[in-house]
């Protein structure tokens, strides 16, 4: 393909826009991030990036805590609305009809509407030009028991998770396949082995079948109707000496 050259710019995408709640279940306060991810599995660590002059990134910054919720396409107006207006100005949760409720290891309020929230407590900030990043340990995540099967898998598929991509927003669609499954050997299907048994043995059939049919048509070859080997032998001894 052919592809024009721009200069550098933030245009990674898909990216998840995270509902990031802070403040305490008294004064709770939302602001919606994109800058997020998982960057450590043991411990589990992520981040967020937030502009310094966000009315929650002095909230998260005196507090070192702040909760990651998932955000379904069902959410997207709240996410857009958490994402564009201050805290400062509204209660972002009243406006929205979210609910906070409280956190288990932390202070930071969860959103009860998310499917699931992360709880976080920041370990380090890092200034890094527009923004700040926030590295922080995963201390609890809450998962919504109806996206739990009866095994205990989890199925975040069924919630209908969005995406943000250069300023708009989709639902997460169709899977496509799952991790390690280009390496992953397909399993034998039942019965092959007793399948490929059966043909090896109707081919030894044939075979059996083929080489008496050519031994048949040998022994008629040599000996025509009416020319058996025993006719043949009774002829000899009937026929005159000629000499």
């Known amino acids: ?26 004064h709770p306060n939302v602001l919606t991030v994109a800058w997020t991810g998982i960057i ?3 411990p589990p660590k992520t981040y967020i990036s937030v502009r310094p002059s966000r009315y929650s990134y ?8 702040f909760v990651i919720n998932l955000a379904t396409s069902d959410l997207i107006r709240a996410v857009d609305f958490c994402g564009v207006r201050s805290g400062a100005q509204v209660d972002k949760f009243k406006e929205m009809q979210l609910t906070p409720i409280p956190s288990s290891e932390i202070t930071a309020p969860m ?22 990043m926030f590295l922080a340990e995963i201390l609890a995540v809450h998962v919504d028991e109806a996206l739990i099967d009866t095994e205990g898998k989890l199925h975040l598929d069924r919630c209908k998770l969005s995406a943000f991509a250069h300023g708009e ?3 997460l669609g169709e899977k496509i396949g799952t991790f390690g499954f280009s ?7 039942k019965g ?26 040998t022994h008629r070859n040599l000996y025509p109707v009416g020319n058996t080997r025993k006719n043949l032998r009774q002829r000899a001894r009937n026929k005159p000496d000629n000499h």
């Not at 393909?1 to 990031?20: D, Y």
């Not at 002095?58 to 805590?65: F, N």
């Not at 043909?199 to 048949?216: C, L, Y």
Request: proline fraction near 7%.
């Open 40 to 42: 450590n599995t043991i």
């Open 169 to 171: 927003y989709f639902q």
């Open 183 to 189: 390496v992953r050997k397909k399993p034998k299907k």
């Open 58 to 65: 002095s909230i998260i910054k005196d507090s070192g805590e």
């Open 192 to 217: 092959t082995k007793h399948k490929t048994q059966s043909i090896v043995e109707s081919g030894k059939k044939t075979d059996h079948k083929k080489t008496n049919q050519q031994s048949h048509d």
């Open 111 to 132: 959103i009860d509407e998310c499917p699931l929230s992360m709880e976080c407590k920041v370990t380090q900030i890092i200034p890094l030009g527009s923004h700040d």
């Open 1 to 26: 393909m052919k592809k024009t050259k721009w200069k550098g710019g933030a245009l990674l995408a898909p990216l998840p826009p995270v509902m990031v709640s802070c403040g305490t279940p008294e």
